[in-house]
């Protein structure tokens, strides 16, 4: 007779999944019937399992309140997006790209801009706070930003992301010494960082804070992450959400149309212009998108 219980997944990896139950951590494999109805178990879900002669099997994948493709993470509270104007540079246009993608997610992001001992990186700052984002300050060096990054993702369940080498296991290190995670060097020819977290995995930092360390990406590969409908786009700009609603037409696309509310707040300088330009960049990206390829 099996053994049923639930729990969530703090790991994944090779078709193996690390269950943490009121019982103890149980490693399980996912029932076939799972997989051939497109529904993987990813880091952060909330399962039933069954364990029979100490072996453990994924039964069933618990209702989600949010999912991602990449970070392949699941029922998260917050999004913290590490960026640097140093070794690497972060572009814009993928710290907008992820925070799109949270926003259509109505999954609350923060901007952790890290290395700002090497370079104080005052234009993304600006942006970002501009546009309404919560953004510190950070060194996982110096220790700059740190107990700010603590306070802000106390409680919740929160996922770390951002491009390679930016230092994101370096800050959890940093949040939790005891963890002692591998951290990357910066390839100084190509100017990126070398990749050291390979899956997602929950770390609990204590007071009901867990954070997944995800691995980093490149502007390549945000060809793989999640599609949003062209017409959700606008209100994952929480920046825009001042002029919705008051366009001259109610099915402004924000790109050409005459007496467009948010062209007239980028004109006067109320929208960021990265901002507008990489809603541009997506939209004409979701507009290859059918709705039936998101079923």
């Known amino acids: 007779m099996d053994d049923r219980t639930t729990g969530r997944i703090l790991r994944s990896i090779s078709g193996f999944y690390d269950v943490q139950t009121d019982r103890g951590l149980v490693t399980c494999r996912a029932r076939g019937i799972l997989r051939r109805e497109g529904r993987s178990p990813l880091t952060g879900d909330l399962v039933e399992i069954t364990r029979e002669r100490g072996k453990g099997m994924v039964e069933k994948i618990l209702p ?38 949270a926003g259509d997610q109505e999954v609350p992001v923060y901007l952790c801009v890290n290395k700002c001992d090497l370079d104080p990186a005052h234009s993304l700052v600006e942006i970002y706070t501009r546009a309404g984002f919560p953004v510190i300050r950070a060194s996982a060096e110096t220790g700059e930003g740190v107990e700010q990054l603590r306070q802000l993702i106390r409680g919740k369940l929160t996922a770390f992301t951002g491009n390679s080498g930016v230092g994101k296991s370096t800050m959890l290190n940093r949040l939790c010494p005891a963890l002692n995670l591998a951290t990357g060097e910066i390839s100084e020819k190509l100017g990126r960082g070398r990749h050291t977290t390979r899956h997602v995995e929950l770390y609990k930092l204590g007071e009901g804070t867990y954070v997944a360390d995800t691995p980093g990406f490149s502007a390549f590969d945000t060809d793989q992450m999640d599609v949003i409908l062209k017409e959700n786009l606008q209100y994952a700009f929480p920046d825009f959400a001042p002029y919705l609603g008051s366009c001259r037409f109610d099915d402004c696309t924000h790109r050409s149309e005459p007496d467009c509310a948010v062209r007239a707040a980028r004109e006067a300088g109320r929208i960021g212009k990265t901002r507008y330009e990489s809603y541009l960049r997506l939209y004409e990206k979701a507009s290859q998108i059918k709705e039936w390829e998101l079923k």
Do not use: G, W
């Open 64 to 101: 989600r309140k949010n999912s991602f493709v990449r970070p392949a993470v699941a029922n998260i509270d917050a999004l913290v997006v590490f960026a640097a104007n140093v070794n690497p540079i972060t572009e814009p246009y993928l710290i907008d790209r992820v925070a799109a993608i």
